[in-house]
């Protein structure tokens, strides 16, 4: 079983950025293909982008290609959000999932929440002038 924190967040200006950070613990962390979603205020729960656990394959949403990198440090446990520039409409609270057998990369599979075993408390980010 594996544990996730999330930390980064916060609150800043739009055209700026933020790099999100979820560290694992208690398991071995390159052993899970791993998620990011977020969770605007009266929406649900959308995904936002996925690593394999090699950090070779990697899916966006299509609201944030081109301006979100998602990274993975397998020996620092740690996967990673690069969010720049930032937008209002990207206001959320982000969380990072894992799961423990390969995910399929069918976007109806990996972007979805029950593909996922594992889930952060989740990181605020605030974008607004």
């Known amino acids: 079983q594996v544990q996730l924190v999330e930390s980064g967040g916060g609150l800043v200006q739009p055209g700026e950025s933020l790099r999100l950070s979820c560290a694992a613990s208690g398991s071995t962390f390159s052993s899970y293909d791993m998620g990011w979603f977020r969770q605007a205020p009266g929406k649900e729960r959308e995904f936002v982008a996925a690593i394999s656990r090699s950090g070779g394959t990697i899916r966006y949403t299509d609201s944030v290609k081109g301006r979100f990198t998602i990274s993975r440090d397998n020996a620092k446990n740690t996967v990673y959000l690069q969010m720049n520039p930032l937008k209002p409409e990207d206001t959320a609270v982000y969380s990072c999932?894992?799961?423990?057998?390969?995910?399929?990369?069918?976007?109806?599979?990996?972007?979805?929440?029950?593909?996922?075993?594992?889930w952060g408390q989740g990181t605020q980010v605030t974008v607004s002038s």
């Open positions: 999932a894992a799961r423990s057998s390969p995910l399929i990369w069918r976007s109806s599979f990996y972007s979805s929440q029950r593909s996922y075993d594992y």
